[in-house]
């Protein structure tokens, strides 16, 4: 709940002296708390080592200190209400939170108690995640902020406030970006094409929303932490490279680029993509790689209808959703140097699909899907450093296949010196396998099916002869036992 020392090393050392971090108070003593002007502590008390405290000596100046602390508020607030709330819900959690409520809204089954009573708890669940996602860009925000008041600081202004900070900053801003602001501003000619990586930037300038006629934008190494929601105004974007940043989220307003068709935001601090990038119906290529990415939007597939390489490796995604299926343009997919336990069976529908990377997943992946021998046009397939004991029976379909790597793998299936043979050698060794199977399995049903015809008429057999054996004995005990008592037919017996 508290700030990582190592993401927000400034608000980090801020918050830590704010007493309402450190100690609990009663509810009269919260009362008259005064957030700006707080009482001073215990001499005797020990503080926390910050490495940042050496580095940047003007935080012990205590005016710096108290309008850091002034600009703190909000975070302080919203971190005592999280803590009373609770941690946040994980990934699948959410997921079926956000299903029963898009369910129970369907259906109109609020009706009943009990239902508008889940229904309540489930949107509870997904406002404690949305409240959550919100003070981490709150946290970003904040360290931001400080960054701007020490520097105004630094700068020799009396008077440290956020505007002359924000002023600071803005003195310092790439000329090359002021040109290009001052030319859009001026409206005197459409701006198509900008290239600003490699130069520092900080921040990502609000005024980039308004250059409507921007086709390819590259921020790509920077030290951006942050991209604004006027991002959206870029309507006309095709290419956005935002690779090699410090970012740790993006925007859900980066949906309203609908004519997006590349989109980089490899090498950044990224932990989940939003939703709404499923809405990006054009984009062709997605490269988010090197990230701290756990999943995929539920729903990327369905949309994505148009993507051709989807790069995700190097993150720590264990699963991928079934709606991946849906790809139906896709022909790269890498995944490799992720945690992944499982392929989803919809793979197979990727008909388009001609390299696919899977490796390095290492203790997780024991096991592919049959499905994944239904893609025809796969050429390239990466298997190695997993802990796969069986290729799928099938697998001499991949017709098509002309690269397979399956090394450091604990590989029975097939053996090893057919794999040392090539791929060639081990489509021939699946194939014949294969046959041998289907082979085998239709002679176990043959045996199955004479045995049970066999045995049926012997039972019918069995079961007549009972009966006259039955009959037989009852009619001559019958008429041993004294004619005068019996009612069976003396000629019936004696034809017998």
């Known amino acids: 709940m508290d700030p990582n020392p190592k993401n927000f090393p400034i608000l980090s050392y801020v918050m830590a002296r704010l007493p309402s971090i450190q100690r ?50 909000d975070v302080a607030q919203t971190r005592s209400v999280l803590k009373t709330l609770g941690t946040r819900p994980d990934h699948e959690t959410i997921e079926v939170a956000r299903f029963r409520v898009s369910e129970i809204d369907a259906h109109s089954s609020k ?40 520097e105004a600081a630094l700068a020799g202004n009396e008077t440290i406030d956020e505007d002359v900070a924000r002023d600071v900053v803005e003195e310092e801003m790439d000329e090359e970006v002021v040109a290009i602001l001052k030319v859009a501003e001026a409206g005197k000619k459409a701006i198509e094409r900008v290239d600003l990586s490699g130069r520092k930037l900080r921040i990502f300038p609000e005024a980039f929303g308004k250059l409507k006629s921007l086709i390819v934008l590259n921020l790509s190494n920077n030290q951006l932490e942050a991209i604004p929601d006027s991002v959206a105004g870029l ?18 307003s980066i949906g309203l680029l609908f004519k997006l068709k590349i989109l980089d935001v490899s090498r950044n601090k990224l932990t989940s993509l939003p939703d709404s990038i499923s809405h990006c119906r054009l984009l062709e290529e997605l490269d988010a790689s090197f990230n701290k990415l756990t999943y995929l939007p539920t729903n990327i597939g369905f949309e ?39 392929i989803p069976n919809s793979i197979g529908k990727l008909t388009n699909l001609e390299i696919l990377n899977l490796s390095s997943n290492f ?18 397939l990466d298997l190695s450093n997993n802990q796969i004991h069986a290729l799928p029976d099938k697998f001499g379909r ?37 046959d041998q199977i289907v082979l085998e399995e239709e002679q176990k049903r043959a045996n199955e099916g004479q ?3 066999q045995t049926g008429l012997l039972t019918r057999s069995t079961s007549w002869l009972s009966d006259v054996v039955s009959n037989v004995s009852g009619s001559v005990s019958g008429y041993l036992g004294g004619a005068g008592k019996s009612n069976t037919d003396p000629y019936l017996n004696q034809q017998l």
């Open 111 to 150: 009706e009943s108690a009990e239902a508008n009573e889940d229904y309540k708890i489930y949107k509870a669940v997904i406002s404690l995640d949305e409240m959550h996602g919100a003070y981490e860009k709150m946290l970003s925000d904040a360290e931001r902020r400080l960054e701007r008041i020490y």
């Open 398 to 434: 991949l017709v098509g296949l002309t690269k397979l790597k399956v090394d450091q793998n604990p590989l029975e299936v097939p053996p090893k010196e057919v794999v040392a043979g090539g791929v060639e050698a081990v489509k021939v060794y699946m194939s014949r396998r294969w």
């Open 363 to 380: 203790s997780d992946l024991c096991e592919l899907p049959e499905t994944i021998c239904d893609l025809p046009g796969l050429k390239e």
């Open 24 to 73: 609990t108070f009663s509810a009269a003593a919260a009362a008259d708390f005064d957030l700006e002007n707080p009482p001073e502590r215990d001499a005797r008390a020990q503080e926390p080592h910050f490495e940042i405290a050496e580095r940047m000596p003007h935080l012990k100046n205590a005016k710096l200190i108290a309008a850091m602390r002034s600009a703190v508020a």
């Open 304 to 342: 994505l209808v148009h993507l051709k390489k989807l790069s995700v490796h190097l993150n720590k995604i264990r699963s991928l959703p079934a709606s991946v299926g849906e790809m139906k343009s896709l022909r790269l997919l890498d995944l490799h140097f992720n945690e992944l336990n499982a």
């Open 235 to 252: 309507e006309n974007l095709e290419e956005l490279d935002i690779s090699s940043n410090l970012l740790e989220s993006l925007p859900d």
């Open 451 to 453: 045995v049970q015809p």
